[in-house]
């Protein structure tokens, strides 16, 4: 039995940040319900993965419910922006998505990463249920957000630190 269950449903407002400088960074998500503020702690694979997964997702609702009226991802960068109290819950070990047709809501399900002791049944879970519009800006947020981050070499592939970078494949080794 998870450790808890949290629905914030429906979400006042759902977004994702980072806090910290490139390389150092720390991801979250975070959403507002009322007077109440839930923040998860997110890799910035994660968020890169959520954001793709969030357009597709959308993009399949909409082939399959054509009279649905197209989400916005207007976004305000000021009210995109991740708020005290930064207080995560958890570490999410898995992100999914899910929609409910009756309600047109968008649902991202949370788990709690656990370690090899714990029991996997014993993870906390927090589900945000959002408009499509809100993951939309969501989605488009996150994608901006992880594009600020370290340069990517276009040889390796791997972030380029601002003091250098040391290329595995221009160091003259095959192997």
Not at 42 to 47: R, S, V
Request: glycine share 6%.
């Amino acid at each position: 039995m998870p450790r808890f269950e949290i629905d914030v449903d429906p979400c006042d407002h759902i977004t994702a940040d980072a806090i910290g400088s490139p390389g150092q960074r720390v991801f979250y998500l975070q959403a507002y319900q009322d007077n109440r503020t839930i923040t998860v702690l997110i890799e910035k694979a994660q968020l890169q993965s959520l954001a793709i997964g969030v357009e597709q997702f959308l993009s399949q609702i909409s082939q399959q419910n054509p009279d649905l009226e197209e989400a916005s991802g207007d976004f305000v960068e000021e009210q995109m922006r991740i708020h005290p109290p930064v207080d995560p819950l958890f570490r999410a070990g898995e992100i999914g998505l899910a929609y409910d047709k009756e309600r047109d809501r968008v649902i991202v399900f949370t788990k709690e990463l656990l370690t090899e002791e714990e029991e996997p049944d014993s993870a906390a879970q927090v589900r945000f249920w959002a408009s499509r519009s809100q993951m939309r800006k969501l989605a488009r947020w996150g994608a901006d957000v992880t594009s600020r981050g370290r340069p990517i070499c276009p040889q390796c592939g791997q972030p380029m630190e601002p003091e250098g970078h040391f290329c595995p494949k221009k160091n003259g080794h095959l192997h």
